[in-house]
């Protein structure tokens, strides 16, 4: 399991909680005498969904400095490439 897959693992799990602890059991209105934890889920909700859009953010830039690599290491082979794929979309 990746880091992000855990994160996405803890957000379902959370709100599965939030619907319990939820008078609508949708999450949008706290039972009577469970708002405190209600409104502790929903930040750590909300929380986690941060650090899910982070962590797909970092993985961006990963992927995007990899390929910047292999651009230095082997320019011709990225023109090529590059090349390929707009006949690729000139195609019907």
Known sequence: MTRIDAVRY????????RR????????LRP????????RKVCEAIL??????QALQAECVKRSIAVWQEEIMEEPDAIQTQMKDLMMEERRP
């Open 20 to 27: 319990v602890l939820s008078s609508d059991q949708v999450g």
């Open 31 to 38: 039972l009577k005498g469970a708002e405190e934890d209600h």
């Open 10 to 17: 803890a957000i379902t799990e959370l709100e599965k909680k």
């Open 47 to 52: 929380s986690l969904k941060e650090i899910c």
